[in-house]
């Protein structure tokens, strides 16, 4: 394919891939499609509609104003003429990351990342120390660069057909509206339009460390100053003295030397992404070929190591003004194994240059390693305000002294601004990430349960918020001063106590609410639904015996399981068996309820045929204790599969069933949850029937949005139905077909249920994830008919919230279950000024039934700080959380606007935040450098993922229901299942030590790093993917497959085999702790390289081009740097 089409189809790193011909391939739950070829999940990565180049902003784009910046501190700033050098000599070229003894602590400071920059046009050959023969003179290096068109954004040639070049209108609000601007538009990377890549030429020793700066200082003193520097300028640097041996170096150039003009244009060191061979102004005869350059990278740089100076980066342009690279087919950056052929359309043979080495852009890995390292071994311990946590990939222990932990609540940001103007400016979104019922670690004490006997727990007079840490108590204890609304409240007289000479109460360390951040109090009979106590939940368990279910296995299958699960049903810490009554329903076109009373020799089985009129044939014997029941349960889950054994019955019916279970709790008057087997599309005669209206053709169009949408409203009423009643649907799908789940999927998510899906279900190879995701299921914690409000001090309150549940008013979510892996996403605005000293508080309270039939109330308190510097905020943000609130913004978003509004809205809101910083945070320097927050470098990789992701840029071969599973399942994950979801775990297995418990460290996800004689594990929390390379050792393939050699290795296995070899064990017992981490039971796929699996593989190597035409990350990189300087310009 040549570089000069104009189809994004992005050719991945490795050899043009072939399209997915004619094989079955598992979807997300791993469906054969037959017809359509399936990936498991499509690309991560999806189609980049052209990236469309922003003509210059029309009506104001408004920088944001620079009111409340920082002075950087942290030693003088550089002056603009003064150069910086590197703190490493030539001999220890780093490239990219800093060997761990220098880099283990978070860098405070700026850090320039200078992937490499062009020479100024002056002579100084003294210090290009050139790999192949030199170019003829100084005079020839200028003129080279002359003819590149550096500043000029104008194009001078036509653009690539069929690229829209919309003019931005102007910057959209911070978050909570999309509009479409032109600022968030994609350029087209053709060599015609925008600065020519000049900027990149990377030829530079070495990145990560140039300031001079020691590593080695702690993260968090002083503002920081600006980190990773990605310097693209084309003047922008300056040889230092020869002496010391370093080799061009890209700071703010001298006084002496020019400054060309490109310094305000948004010179981007694009790329030529597209473009077409007559838009090429920057035919540039290259100097000659370097012969050295196409070796294997050695230490990042392609080539041999270099000598002293390894500062000539050569410069040969490819055709498209773009530098072309060694390693492969991307058509200007990388490729996979290092000689494959390059795709641009070269007149000649010389081996194009390097590209912008990825090993100097942050790196992901490298974050969570210094992470780990740094905060992994002490205590996190939450006595004081506003502490940013361990990351969620770092294992910690969490010592609860006053705030929550982080394993219930993590915000975006720490240390909140003080007034809304300053919130405006960073469009930093202030969001906490909820998790009220998280499980802890063993080693951690799960919340004390408070009991104040009948007056209930202690309140505020006037917001009602519930006793908490931040509490002040007044006048010898006998008031309290309300820490959120102020207000004094009296103490009852069975709470009173006295202060001691600090003003603390001295029963403080003896009372949970006084002195920890989360607790849970016994709720009274004022909280309950009636002012009445409830009574225990109910289990219905409601089997689909259509023909396909029947067929398949799937009845007897759950029918089997079931006898032995109902054992294992939650109940109360000491109970000695669970207080969870079960029934037990079956339906195709009709339904049939089931008599299991203790005192029948034989279940008895009721038909309703009337579906329009849903009514429950029987109240006695329908809802069971398992203990009494068994021998009848046992016997029916024995029969169920024989009575069905002939069925002929096709259709199903959906929206009753989910009635039957609703009016079967109602009648029973208690909470509870169904549990709904389902295969097809509803289509037989019954309310809520459903009509097949899956149409591909409507993707990239405005209409897209309705996939996303019910097809009816009336799941939405049936829904706020179940809600009312404490009714929550889990819902395991079975699709061998379109199933709708956009509409199915109704109930499950306004019930705070959940959806399963195992599409192409075959028992061989999806009984184990199913059983698996059963068990975990029934069993896991789980609270009914529950209420959550949250909270917070004068200043700030909650305006927008995300996740499964319903909410009726805009204060209360209300949730007929919440389980402990649901997670409900709280937004934040300002309605108030925050002061420095108070700081801001949230408290989220749940008032929910457990599993026992208690009523309680779970509270979970949180200080942070405020400041008036923006500073401040930049250097308490937390990536992680961030990214889980922009995806779940953004996949909300696609229900009301188009996908490609979206995508925009979101890569304009972070250039924004980026631009904010670098404009008031980052010591002065080049335009032609990046400059992002130590705490932020990973915004742009990790924001990349999240555009490619199925719901927002699909591949071909990714179904509707596919994007619908998933926009609903990342709408209530947590933020380390986001973390791995959209940037997956990648470990090289043959690295695995099996003597020890420690892991491989793991590497990045392109397909560069991936060696033909190493076999990886992949993870992101559904898949597990086990890569064997075709040059793996036999006797490697023999220890974990006990097959002799490659070719015999099954890519069907569903488990690996258990042999007795310490190889074995060792790789199963990753994967086994991997399952554990996950709510989900992954699914294992082994993948043979060159296979035709492989392409689904490589849809989840995200730093990587994606099929569908996402980004590579140094491409998405440099466009990021461009709207960057769009908005500062």
Same mark, same amino acid.
């Given at each position: 394919?040549?570089?000069?089409q ?9 050899q043009p891939?072939p399209?997915y011909q ?18 498991q999940y ?5 189609p980049?509609?052209g990236?469309q ?7 104001p784009?408004r920088?944001?104003p ?7 501190t ?5 002056p603009?003429?003064q150069?910086?050098?590197s703190?490493f000599?030539?001999?220890d070229?780093q490239n990219g ?9 978070r860098?405070f400071a ?9 020479p100024?046009?002056?002579?100084q050959p ?5 790999y192949?023969?030199p170019p ?12 590149m068109?550096? +500043?000029? &954004?104008?194009?001078?040639a036509?653009p690539?057909? !069929?690229?829209?070049?919309g @003019? =931005? #209108?102007?910057?959209? %609000? ?15 990377y ?5 600065p020519?890549?000049?900027n990149?030429?990377h030829g530079l ?6 300031q001079?700066?020691?590593l080695?200082?702690p993260?968090?003193?002083g503002?920081p ?10 003047? +922008?640097? &300056? ?7 370093? !080799?061009?170096?890209?700071? @703010? =150039? #001298?006084?002496?030397? %020019?400054?060309?003009s490109?310094?305000q ?8 992404f ?9 035919h ?27 500062s ?8 498209? +003004?773009?530098?072309g690279q ?5 058509p200007?950056?990388?490729?996979a194994? =290092?000689g494959?052929?390059n ?32 905060r992994?071994s002490?205590?996190f311990i939450?006595g ?15 010592k ?12 975006t ?16 979104p202030l969001a ?7 499980t ?16 209930g ?22 008031r309290?001063?309300c820490?959120?609304c102020s ?15 600090t003003?603390?109460?001295?029963d ?23 002012n009445?106590?409830p009574n ?7 089997i ?13 299958l ?6 032995s699960?109902?054992?294992?049903l ?12 079960v029934?037990f329903v079956?339906?195709?076109?009709v339904?049939?309820f ?8 034989q ?12 009514f429950v044939?029987?109240?006695d ?17 024995d ?11 096709t ?8 009635q039957?279970?609703m009016?079967?709790?109602?009648a029973?008057e ?7 087997f389902?295969?097809s599309?509803p ?19 405005d209409k ?5 949408q019910?097809q009816t ?13 404490g ?8 699709p061998n ?6 509409t199915?999927g ?5 019930t ?8 192409y ?6 009984q ?9 299921d ?7 008919d ?14 927008d919230?995300?996740?499964?549940f ?8 209300e ?12 937004e934040?605005?300002?309605d ?9 508080l ?8 457990s ?16 400041c ?14 961030l ?5 779940k ?5 696609v ?25 008031n ?11 992002l ?7 742009p ?17 990714v ?15 947590d ?14 297995l ?6 020890s ?8 996800n ?8 190493d ?8 898949n597990?993917?086990v ?10 393939i ?23 070899n ?11 702790l ?28 995200v730093e990587?081009k ?6 590579s990350?140094?491409d998405f ?5 461009k709207?960057i300087?769009?908005l500062?310009?």
């Amino acid at each position: 394919m040549s570089v000069n089409q104009q189809a994004h189809t992005g050719l991945p790193y490795g050899q043009p891939q072939p399209g997915y011909q004619g094989y079955q391939q598992p979807g997300y739950g791993g469906q054969q499609m037959t017809g359509v070829h399936h990936s498991q999940y499509g690309a991560y990565n999806g189609p980049m509609p052209g990236y469309q180049q922003p003509a210059p902003p029309q009506g104001p784009l408004r920088a944001p104003p620079t009111s409340g910046a920082s002075p950087p501190t942290s030693g003088a700033p550089v002056p603009a003429g003064q150069p910086v050098y590197s703190q490493f000599g030539q001999g220890d070229v780093q490239n990219g990351i800093a060997t761990p003894a220098v880099q283990m602590q978070r860098p405070f400071a700026s850090q320039p990342f200078i992937p490499g920059t062009a020479p100024t046009p002056v002579s100084q050959p003294a210090t290009f120390q050139q790999y192949g023969p030199p170019p003829t003179s100084a005079q020839q290096l200028t003129n080279h660069m002359a003819r590149m068109q550096i +500043g000029s &954004v104008s194009t001078s040639a036509p653009p690539p057909a !069929g690229l829209g070049y919309g @003019p =931005p #209108t102007s910057v959209p %609000p911070a978050s909570g509206s999309f509009t479409a601007t032109g600022s968030g538009l994609y350029t087209s990377y053709s060599s015609s339009q925008g600065p020519s890549p000049v900027n990149m030429t990377h030829g530079l020793p070495s990145t990560s460390l140039s300031q001079g700066l020691s590593l080695a200082q702690p993260s968090f003193s002083g503002p920081p100053l600006s980190a990773q520097h990605l310097p693209t300028q084309a003047s +922008g640097f &300056v040889p230092p003295p020869s002496s010391t041996g370093i !080799g061009p170096s890209s700071y @703010p =150039p #001298t006084t002496g030397a %020019p400054r060309p003009s490109t310094m305000q244009g948004p010179s981007l060191p694009v790329q030529a992404f597209t473009g077409l061979p007559t838009s090429q102004p920057n035919h540039v005869s290259s100097p000659p070929p370097h012969p050295a350059m196409s070796g294997p990278p050695v230490t990042g740089l392609q080539g041999p190591p270099p000598p002293t100076h390894p500062s000539q980066s050569g410069y040969q342009m490819q055709q498209n +003004g773009s530098f072309g690279q060694v390693r492969g087919p991307q058509p200007n950056y990388g490729g996979a194994y =290092p000689g494959t052929p390059n795709y641009g359309s070269q007149p000649g043979p010389p081996p194009p240059p390097k590209r912008l080495d990825p090993d100097s852009i942050p790196s992901p890995i490298q974050v969570i390693e210094d992470d780990r390292n740094n905060r992994g071994s002490e205590p996190f311990i939450t006595g004081v305000r506003g502490q940013v946590p361990p990351l969620v990939t770092t294992n910690f222990l969490v010592k609860d002294q006053g705030n929550t932990s982080p394993r219930y609540i993590r915000c975006t940001s720490y240390n909140i601004p003080c007034t809304s103007d300053m919130a405006k400016q960073s469009q930093v979104p202030l969001a906490a990430v909820i998790k009220p019922l998280a499980t802890l670690p063993t080693d951690e004490t799960p919340p004390y349960l408070v009991d104040h006997g009948e007056p209930g727990p202690i309140r505020c007079n006037r917001c009602k918020a519930y006793m908490c840490p931040f509490m002040q108590f007044i006048e010898g204890g006998r008031r309290f001063q309300c820490c959120f609304c102020s207000c004094v409240t009296e103490v009852p007289p069975h709470y009173f106590q006295h202060l001691d000479h600090t003003g603390k109460r001295v029963d403080f360390y003896d009372r949970p609410e006084l002195s920890l951040g989360s607790y849970e109090f016994l709720a009274t009979v004022s909280y309950c639904k009636n002012n009445k106590f409830p009574n225990p939940p109910a289990f219905i368990f409601m089997i689909d015996v259509s023909y396909n279910a029947v067929k398949s296995g799937l009845v007897r299958l759950i029918c089997e399981e079931l006898k032995s699960l109902l054992d294992y049903l939650p109940r109360e810490g000491n109970m000695e068996e669970s207080a969870i009554r079960v029934g037990f329903v079956t339906y195709n076109k009709v339904l049939h309820f089931y008599n299991v009373k203790s005192s029948l020799a034989q279940p008895q089985m009721m038909v309703v045929s009337d579906v329009a009129d849903m009514f429950v044939p029987l109240l006695d014997g329908f809802l069971v204790n398992v203990n009494e029941s068994r021998t009848v349960i046992v016997s029916l889950l024995d029969q169920i599969p024989e009575m069905f054994a002939d069925t002929r019955e096709t259709e199903t019916v959906f929206a009753p069933v989910i009635q039957a279970g609703m009016e079967a709790l109602k009648a029973a008057e208690c909470a509870g949850k169904l549990f709904i087997f389902h295969t097809s599309l509803p289509i037989a005669e019954a309310p809520g029937k459903l009509k097949n209206r899956d149409d591909r053709k409507l993707i990239n169009t405005d209409k897209e949005k309705t996939l996303f949408q019910p097809q009816t409203n009336f799941y939405n009423n049936l829904a706020k139905d179940c809600v009312a009643q404490g009714c929550c649907v889990d819902l395991f799908l079975f699709p061998n077909q379109y199933l709708d789940v956009a509409t199915l999927g109704v109930v499950p998510y306004q019930t705070g249920g959940s959806i399963y899906k195992y599409a192409y279900f075959q028992l061989e190879t999806d009984q184990e994830r199913f059983l698996n995701d059963l068990r975990k299921d029934v069993q896991k914690e789980v609270g009914f008919d529950a209420v959550m409000r949250v909270r917070t001090s004068t200043g700030i309150r909650a305006t927008d919230f995300f996740g499964a549940f319903y909410m009726s008013n805009t204060t209360d979510v209300e949730l007929a279950g919440l389980d402990c892996d649901k997670t409900i996403t709280v937004e934040f605005r300002h309605d108030d000024k925050l002061s420095e000293d108070s700081g801001a508080l949230l408290q989220c309270a749940l008032l929910y039934t457990s599993c026992a039939g208690q009523r309680r109330l779970r509270i979970h308190n949180l200080s942070l700080n405020c400041c008036t510097q923006l500073a401040d905020l930049y250097r308490n943000c937390e990536t992680d959380t961030l990214i889980n609130y922009l995806a779940k913004f953004a996949y909300r978003g696609v229900l009301n606007n188009p996908v490609k509004i979206v995508r925009d809205t979101l890569i304009n809101q972070c250039a924004q935040i980026l631009a904010c910083y670098r404009k008031n945070c980052a010591s002065p320097s080049s335009a032609g450098q990046l400059i992002l927050p130590e705490c932020m470098k990973l915004l742009p990789v990790y924001l990349n993922c999240v555009l490619k992701s199925d719901v927002l840029q699909p591949g071909a071969e990714v179904t509707t229901d596919d994007r619908a599973y998933i926009r609903q399942l990342v709408s209530s994950m947590d933020v380390a299942e986001t973390n791995v979801f959209f940037y997956p775990r990648l470990l090289p297995l043959t690295k695995v030590d099996v003597d020890s418990d420690t892991l491989p460290a793991a590497i990045r996800n392109s397909e560069e790093r991936l060696s033909k004689g190493d076999m990886y594990l992949l993870e992101n929390g559904l898949n597990v993917f086990v890569w064997v390379g075709v040059n793996v050792q036999q006797g490697l393939i023999q220890n974990l497959f006990g097959v002799s050699s490659f070719s015999h290795i099954s890519s069907t296995l569903s488990t690996l085999p258990v042999l007795e070899n310490p190889f074995s064990k060792r790789v199963r017992s990753i994967i086994d702790l991997f399952q554990a981490q996950r709510s989900r039971y992954m699914k294992l796929i082994i993948v043979k390289q060159e296979d035709k699996l492989e392409m689904l593989f490589k849809h989840f190597l995200v730093e990587d081009k994606s099929m569908s035409g996402g980004a590579s990350y140094v491409d998405f990189l440099c466009h990021m740097h461009k709207e960057i300087r769009q908005l500062l310009s």
